[in-house]
T-cell receptor
Framework: AQKITQTQPGMFVQEKEAVTLDCTYDTSDQSYGLFWYKQPSSGEMIFLIYQGSYDEQNATEGRYSLNFQKARKSANLVISASQLGDSAMYFC?????????????FGTGTQLKVEL | EPEVTQTPSHQVTQMGQEVILRCVPI?????FYWYRQILGQKVEFLVSFYNNEISEKSEIFDDQFSVERPDGSNFTLKIRSTKLEDSAMYFC??????????????FGPGTRLTVL
């Protein structure tokens, strides 16, 4: 079974609208972390937001928020007020265990295109 | 803001040649990683490194690959005899779990390796 599933290969959103990028995960660990990264066409991987498995509040970072539903094992990224510069590939990733050298497992990504 | 740097940005080599990809992690980070991304595919874990030894490696990281921290700042990935299928973007990342419980991995800009 895939550990990270991103079911939307591509998404379109109008500028200034909100968009939700889906991510579901599979782990038997009690302690884990969920991350979202942005990869623009230039190729670098930019960290956006983190949610820990024990965090009771949904994470927020500026226009990014993470809709964490632990029972459903989902960690969807919400981008509010989309901008043209948000057009990029977005990857959901999971770190199993508490941390300290544990690898990230990535999903296949969602290509987001923001339109005027 | 501190960042991970990688050199070269693009490396072209002939099949069977050795390549060394270089990374300078963020200076106070203790955990280092290599990932690769074949064009159009998801990011895959290769190896993690802590305290001058490999913490974990994936099945991709076979005997052709090695990592080294030759001094206090550099972290290298060597591919001994490159194959066509080694063509990919290679990302270095570092994290600081000892300081930051999120253990966020910050990625470098990548080295695009092309094997001819």
């Amino acid at each position: 079974a895939q550990k990270i599933t991103q079911t939307q290969p591509g998404m379109f959103v109008q500028e200034k609208e909100a968009v939700t990028l889906d991510c579901t995960y599979d782990t038997s660990d009690q302690s884990y972390g969920l991350f979202w990264y942005k990869q623009p066409s230039s190729g670098e991987m930019i960290f956006l937001i983190y949610q820990g498995s024990y965090d009771e509040q949904n994470a927020t970072e500026g226009r990014y928020s993470l809709n964490f539903q632990k029972a459903r094992k989902s960690a969807n990224l919400v981008i509010s007020a989309s901008q043209l510069g948000d057009s990029a590939m977005y990857f959901c990733a999971m770190r199993e265990g508490r941390g300290g050298g544990n690898k990230l497992t990535f999903g296949t990504g969602t290509q987001l295109k923001v339109e005027l | 803001e501190p960042e991970v740097t990688q050199t070269p940005s693009h490396q072209v080599t002939q099949m069977g040649q050795e390549v060394i990809l270089r990374c300078v992690p963020i200076s106070n980070h203790l955990y280092f990683y290599w990932y690769r991304q074949i064009l159009g595919q998801k990011v895959e874990f290769l190896v993690s490194f802590y305290n001058n030894e490999i913490s974990e490696k994936s099945e991709i990281f076979d005997d052709q690959f090695s990592v080294e921290r030759p001094d206090g700042s550099n972290f290298t990935l060597k591919i001994r005899s490159t194959k066509l299928e080694d063509s990919a973007m290679y990302f270095c990342a570092s994290s600081d779990w000892d300081i930051n419980p999120m253990d966020t991995q910050y990625f470098g800009p990548g080295t695009r390796l092309t094997v001819l």
